[in-house]
């Protein structure tokens, strides 16, 4: 299944962040957003998760096909880690969580409360949550945060498990993956416009500063 974003903009705050945004994710594959801090990458990822509007441009994407993962881990604190996961299977309608349990070690935290979980081990099981959803597109902004070395690892690991599914992967991130076989999108170049203010504007705006 594929997602295509075509000639898109979109704002944050009423703002245009980002113009022109064209790209396509086919099946099999993962694409990696970069940029600097505020150019719009977490705005781009919620307009394409159907959580915003766009000012204008399209994005065919069958929204049921797409789990997204943000900042927040989206954990239940008093429940453990096997009735979290579980939760989402049964919300999914899939059924199984031993897959996301073995790929990402949580196997040794299973009857621990996420509430007493540190911030990368939340985080994990906040990731394993996609391996749930059986929906083939992931789309993730800064997925690693609070993860060490190892359990980036894991999260590499389970994303070529899932492009070799037929799966797909967008990412906005930072850091190096290693993830050799991703294509990289630079969204520098969509950077919007600046708003043009006349110079009457200006000198009103002067007078305050």
């Known amino acids: ?49 159907g959580l915003q509007p766009p000012l204008c441009g399209g994005i065919n994407l069958e929204h049921e096909a797409m789990a997204y993962a943000a900042h927040s881990d989206g954990l239940k604190s008093t429940l453990t880690v096997i009735e979290n996961l579980t939760f989402w299977a049964q919300v999914f ?13 949580l196997l040794p935290l299973a009857d621990r409360p ?17 391996l749930v959803t059986g929906r083939p ?28 599914s037929g799966g797909s992967a967008l990412i906005a991130t930072h850091i190096d993956l290693g993830l050799t076989e991703a294509k990289v999108l630079d969204v520098g170049p969509f950077r919007a416009t600046a708003p043009h203010y006349d110079n009457a504007q200006d000198d009103f705006d002067e007078a305050f500063l």
Not at 33 to 48: A, C, Q, V
């Open 93 to 105: 309608g899939t059924g199984t969580i031993d897959t996301a349990m073995v790929a990402f070690d």
């Open 1 to 49: 299944m594929e997602l295509s974003v075509t000639d898109l903009s979109i704002a944050r705050g009423g703002i245009p962040v980002l113009q022109g945004v064209n790209f396509t994710l086919a099946s099999g594959a993962a694409l990696i957003l970069r940029g600097p801090n505020g150019i719009g990458k977490t705005t781009l990822l919620r307009t394409i998760a």
């Open 114 to 130: 996420a509430g007493a979980l540190s911030a990368g081990q939340k985080r994990r099981l906040g990731l394993a949550r996609l």
């Open 137 to 164: 597109i992931w789309v993730l902004d800064e997925p690693t945060v609070s993860l060490d070395v190892d359990a980036v690892a894991l999260f590499v690991a389970a994303i070529r498990a899932h492009m070799q």
